[in-house]
């Protein structure tokens, strides 16, 4: 089991910056890929972001490429997600997840934290 807590969350004008983090409870974090995603009112919820156990490697929304970034910090089972340029659309409800290299399903999920984007 993993449990995740997300936290960053918050209010910002368009233009503004963010950045949430999300602690997990286990100290073997590196063996898990880590993923951000986000659900809007209405509307399904949405990859944003991953990175693999290792940090080497990234993947993101086309909606979202060149303004978030992605990364993590092992030694804190910890992982990131430093949102520029924030737009109204980025409105959300984000949450991150967690799922074991072998495995392509994110098993494992946070509670998530609200992002609102004023204009």
């Known amino acids: 089991q993993v449990q995740l807590v997300e936290s960053g969350g918050g209010l910002v004008q368009a233009g503004g910056s963010l950045r949430l983090s999300c602690a997990a409870s286990r100290r073997t974090f590196s063996i898990y890929d880590m993923g951000w995603f986000r659900q809007a009112p209405g509307k399904e919820r949405e990859f944003v972001a991953s990175i693999s156990g290792s940090g080497d490697s990234t993947a993101y929304a086309d909606s979202v490429k060149g303004r978030f970034t992605i990364s993590r910090d092992n030694a804190k089972s910890t992982v990131y997600l430093q949102m520029n340029s924030l737009k109204t659309e980025d409105t959300a409800v984000y949450y991150c997840?967690?799922?074991?290299?072998?495995?392509?399903?994110?098993?494992?999920w946070g509670q998530g934290t609200q992002v609102t984007v004023s204009s």
């Open positions: 997840a967690a799922r074991n290299s072998l495995t392509v399903s994110y098993a494992y």
